[in-house]
């Protein structure tokens, strides 16, 4: 059996392995608060009226 020894007597790597052992993970619960977008704030990412964008490709037809 091992002898108990006081965290802060332990020296920092050992702290550190401890405090590993005893950390758990969430799981598949993701703990960060997520809520909907503010529907009349400004987004800057949003595509703008009248603005065309060019396809990459040429559009073409099989016949």
């Known amino acids: 059996m091992k002898k108990f020894v006081s965290p802060q007597k ?12 005893k950390r ?5 619960l ?15 990412k949003k595509v703008q009226k009248g603005v065309d964008y060019e396809l990459p490709f040429e559009p073409f037809v099989l016949f």
Do not use: I
Request: aromatic share 6%; net charge positive; charged share 35%.
């Open 24 to 28: 758990t993970t969430w799981g598949p």
């Open 10 to 21: 332990l020296s920092k790597k050992a702290k550190r392995a401890l405090d590993l052992s």
């Open 30 to 44: 993701n703990p960060v608060t997520r809520k909907p977008d503010h529907p009349k704030a400004y987004k800057r």
